[in-house]
């Protein structure tokens, strides 16, 4: 079967990275002439529908911006079978024939559930916990990583002016 149609989620905790890998998807997507679908709020957007389509336009500009450009939610309605379902429905409306999620264990989790049922799904790792089993380092994590020892620095220098001690 030949892929013409992708979905692409972002999931769960939003991760640093998350609309670069969304970018690379897109464009990557582009060039080998395959239709990509943005799925809005996760497994929660998939359930409602909340599919649209995203091309090289939508992602231009995006790869400094925080957060995700797809938002994300946690959904409780995704856990259970008919949740589940239902999200295929959907997916089979919009003429999706393969999901990229992106996102933590969890989401990984939910793109295991959808491929139980036979939906072809490519997982990319997004968590700044990097608490991912299989992989040495997740989308997010150095950002993450490096966000935390800049304000650390920044903090012993505050420290050092006033010749205090900080306990972080």
């Known amino acids: 079967m030949t892929i013409r149609k992708i979905g692409v989620l972002t999931s769960?905790?939003?991760a640093p990275g998350m609309n670069a890998c969304v970018r690379a998807i897109v464009?990557?997507?582009?060039?080998?002439?395959?239709?990509?679908?943005?799925?809005?709020r996760g497994y929660e957007g998939m359930i409602h529908?909340?599919?649209?389509?995203?091309?090289?336009?939508?992602?231009?500009?995006?790869?400094?911006?925080?957060?995700?450009?797809?938002?994300?939610?946690?959904?409780?309605?995704?856990?259970?079978?008919?949740?589940?379902?239902?999200?295929?429905?959907q997916l089979n409306e919009s003429g999706i024939d393969a999901v990229v999620v992106v996102g933590g264990d969890g989401s990984l989790n939910g793109a295991r559930a959808l491929a139980s049922y036979?939906?072809?799904?490519?997982?990319?790792?997004?968590?700044?916990?990097?608490?991912?089993?299989?992989?040495?380092?997740?989308?997010?994590?150095?950002?993450?990583?490096?966000t935390i020892i800049h304000a650390v620095d920044q903090l012993r220098d505050t420290a050092s002016s006033h010749n205090r001690a900080f306990i972080v």
Not at 130 to 142: E, F, K, L, P, R
């Open 49 to 89: 529908g909340d599919i649209r389509e995203l091309t090289t336009r939508d992602v231009g500009g995006i790869i400094q911006q925080g957060g995700t450009i797809l938002q994300t939610a946690r959904s409780e309605d995704f856990r259970t079978k008919r949740g589940q379902r239902e999200a295929i429905r």
């Open 27 to 40: 464009r990557t997507a582009a060039y080998h002439n395959i239709e990509v679908m943005g799925i809005v």
């Open 118 to 146: 036979g939906v072809k799904v490519l997982g990319v790792p997004a968590s700044i916990d990097n608490d991912i089993w299989g992989t040495s380092m997740s989308i997010g994590v150095d950002t993450a990583l490096n």
């Open 12 to 14: 769960g905790g939003d």
